[in-house]
């Protein structure tokens, strides 16, 4: 069939793989923005073991809508926007809401105060990676706590303990995971960047066998390697500052007369 427009047969076909090329990405937004969702009515209905999987699943369908844009060359301003706004229900919006349900409510006021300014910091956490973003920053690091990081620290902690808190002494460690990763999105503290890391394992199946055991280990004890993986990444700029004022500084030998 020729295309009536050019007369070049198969040029309609051509431009609708392309358009399907574009909408690929935002499935995988819209995606994360279900399993946000998602999170927000189990959470409500007190189903805490089961909310709180879908904020994993949603970092995970983050972090493979921007390389599939970036492998496919489909990336648009639509897409980031919409990755923004989804970001925003999923690593804001629903933590807030799961951390309530899970003890913040026994703090009343002070519990619902807790959860807004979660909401907030992942809001203006993401408003500064748009622009750091459209300033080249340096790619090796985030200046705070990305928003899906700080929401998986919620969202581990819940996993590992879904049972809902009681009295004030446990509703403040349900304030301590809540506003502890919040101050540390709006923070400009440097967290690294898995993007450009080289491993230095060459061209080797290597980071092939270490995803698999990854895996392994986390499909045998989710809740602690889950767990250990949230907070580790947590405390990463810590202790990266701790063991470089540890380390042995060597002086230049001076120079002679």
């Given amino acids: 069939m020729l295309d009536p427009v050019d007369g070049r047969p198969g040029h309609l076909?051509?431009?609708r793989h392309r358009?399907?090329?574009f909408l690929l990405p935002s499935l995988f937004t819209v995606g994360n923005m279900f399993c946000g969702y998602a999170c927000i009515v189990y959470a409500m209905r007190g189903d805490l073991a089961v909310a709180a999987p879908f904020i994993g699943i949603a970092f995970v369908l983050d972090a493979l809508d921007g390389r599939i844009a970036r492998l496919t060359n489909t990336t648009s301003p639509f897409g980031l926007e919409l990755d923004s706004l989804a970001d925003v229900i999923s690593f804001g919006l629903a933590p807030a809401v799961l951390a309530f349900a899970w003890g913040l409510s026994e703090l009343a006021r002070v519990g619902w105060?807790?959860?807004f300014i979660f909401v907030t910091a992942a809001a203006m956490r993401l408003a500064r990676f748009n622009?750091?973003?459209a300033a080249?920053?340096?790619k090796r690091y985030f200046v705070g706590m990305p928003t899906p990081?700080?929401?998986a620290v919620v969202a581990a902690t819940i996993f590992a303990w879904p049972f809902p808190l009681a009295g004030y002494p446990q509703a403040g460690a349900a304030l301590a995971v809540v506003l502890v990763p919040a101050?540390?999105?709006?923070?400009?503290?440097r967290f690294r960047s898995f993007k450009t890391i080289n491993f230095g394992w060459g061209p080797s199946y290597m980071p092939l066998l270490a995803f698999a055991a990854l895996i392994v280990v986390i499909s045998l004890e989710p809740r602690i390697t889950l767990v250990l993986l949230a907070y580790g990444y947590?405390?990463?700029p810590f202790i990266g500052l701790l063991a470089a004022r540890l380390r042995p500084r060597h002086h230049p030998p001076p120079e002679a007369e």
């Avoid at 101050?183 to 503290?189: D, E, K, N, Q, R």
């Fill in 234 to 236: 947590l405390f990463s």
């Fill in 113 to 115: 105060a807790s959860g």
């Fill in 149 to 151: 990081a700080a929401a």
């Fill in 131 to 133: 622009i750091q973003s």
């Fill in 19 to 21: 358009r399907g090329l």
């Fill in 13 to 15: 076909d051509g431009r």
């Fill in 183 to 189: 101050a540390l999105m709006v923070s400009t503290i």
């Fill in 136 to 138: 080249h920053a340096d």
